[in-house]
T-cell receptor, first 113, second 113 residues
Framework: DGGITQSPKYLFRKEGQNVTLSCEQN?????MYWYRQDPGQGLRLIYY???????QKGDIAEGYSVSREKKESFPLTVTSAQKNPTAFYLC????????????FGNGTRLTVT | GESVGLHLPTLSVQEGDNSIINCAYS??????FIWYKQESGKGPQFIID?????DKRQGQRVTVLLNKTVKHLSLQIAATQPGDSAVYFC????????????FGPGTSLSVIP
């Protein structure tokens, strides 16, 4: 059963701590993405990767970092430099050929206090 | 700049009626459009897509219409059911930036039993 797994579903951290969100896919997709969603708003692109060992900044990359060491995995680190990290984080993947819909995980809700 | 936006942030319909959700886009280079459904606490799910060489595409109980002249996209849901209650996002892609998908702010559909 192919899909995208994000873990954990809920995450709580103290301000000043870095936190890493996990995203794994078994769809054999080349491209992976991280989006941030705030209440009542659309999705904003943080980072994306079209191939292993390569990634690009999206529209709101400041305070975030990623790695793509394996095709299946694209973890996102929310650093202490991110001013307003509390949000719903969504990971997605696509075949990467263009003109294909994204497949999303069920998200991680991060709360920083 | 490029943007995809929705005309109505909320929509309430009676069960059994048809629903129409609208979306405007500004990038004339966009050639691939997607509708997603997002239920509370979950990631967006692909509903239907359409390419710019088409005006209409039908799925199961859903139809997407594309009017390139006025840069307008709509999603029609026939015989709306309580399970259709969700937030609906339109998104667009263009040949020049297939790695970036631009999402609209979303419309919340509420079905009244």
């Amino acid at each position: 059963d192919g899909g995208i797994t994000q873990s954990p579903k809920y995450l709580f951290r103290k301000e000043g701590q870095n936190v890493t969100l996990s995203c794994e896919q078994n769809l054999n997709h080349d491209a992976m993405y991280w989006y941030r969603q705030d209440p009542g708003q659309g999705l904003r692109l943080i980072y994306y990767s079209q191939i292993v060992n390569d990634f690009q900044k999206g529209d709101i990359a400041e305070g975030y970092s990623v790695s793509r060491e394996k095709k299946e995995s694209f973890p996102l680190t929310v650093t202490s430099a991110q001013k307003n990290p509390t949000a719903f984080y969504l990971c997605a993947s696509s075949p990467g050929t263009g003109g294909s819909p994204l497949h999303f995980g069920n998200g991680t809700r991060l709360t920083v206090t | 700049g490029e943007s995809v936006g929705l005309h109505l942030p909320t929509l309430s319909v009676q069960e059994g009626d048809n629903s129409i959700i609208n979306c405007a886009y500004s990038n004339s280079a966009s050639d691939y459009f997607i509708w997603y459904k997002q239920e509370s606490g979950k990631g967006p799910q692909f509903i239907i897509d359409i390419r710019s060489n088409m005006d209409k595409r039908q799925g199961q109980r859903v139809t997407v219409l594309l009017n390139k002249t006025v840069k307008h996209l709509s999603l029609q849901i026939a015989a709306t059911q309580p399970g259709d209650s969700a937030v609906y996002f339109c998104a667009e892609n263009s040949k020049t930036s297939y790695d970036k998908v631009i999402f609209g702010p979303g419309t919340s559909l509420s079905v009244i039993p």
